[in-house]
């Protein structure tokens, strides 16, 4: 299964529209884009392989695996790219700002179910990035 993400790249942050099936699935907010530093960049453009991942603090969410150079980036909840995310990816359901957006839990829910139905049919779950 494949989720293709367009990014617009800001200087204080990344916007990205994510489809699924040629369908827009939701938007994404992140970092902006500081040459791939660990903890204040987005990720580079490119396909990488979601894998299920669930911790306490975010519960069910997703883990973006292959990225050159960089661990643990995860696509959770977040409503400012600035305050919450660390390199990290968060889909919501609108954007309100620049790196900023409203109802990140309901997103990050729907994409897990998506998700998860695949990963049950044994399916890989790639995101490509473009922009």
């Known amino acids: 299964m494949d989720l293709v993400l367009h990014r617009t790249y800001l200087e204080e942050g990344t916007h990205g529209v994510l489809f699924y099936k040629n369908r827009f699935f939701c938007f994404v907010i992140e970092l902006p884009f500081l040459d791939n530093k660990r903890f204040i960049s987005c990720i580079p453009e490119g396909t ?12 069910n969410h997703l883990l973006v695996s292959g990225v050159k150079d960089r661990n643990l980036i995860l ?12 390199g990290c990816l ?8 620049v790196a900023k ?28 990035i473009k922009s």
């Open 75 to 86: 696509l959770h909840t977040a409503n400012d790219a600035q305050k919450e995310l660390k």
């Open 48 to 59: 990488y392989t979601l894998k299920p991942r669930y911790s306490k603090k975010f519960q």
């Open 90 to 97: 968060a889909p919501v359901g609108y954007l309100s700002g």
């Open 101 to 128: 957006g409203l109802y990140s839990k309901p997103q990050l829910e729907k994409l897990v179910a998506l998700c998860y139905q695949a990963f049950e049919r044994k399916e890989n779950v790639q995101l490509i």
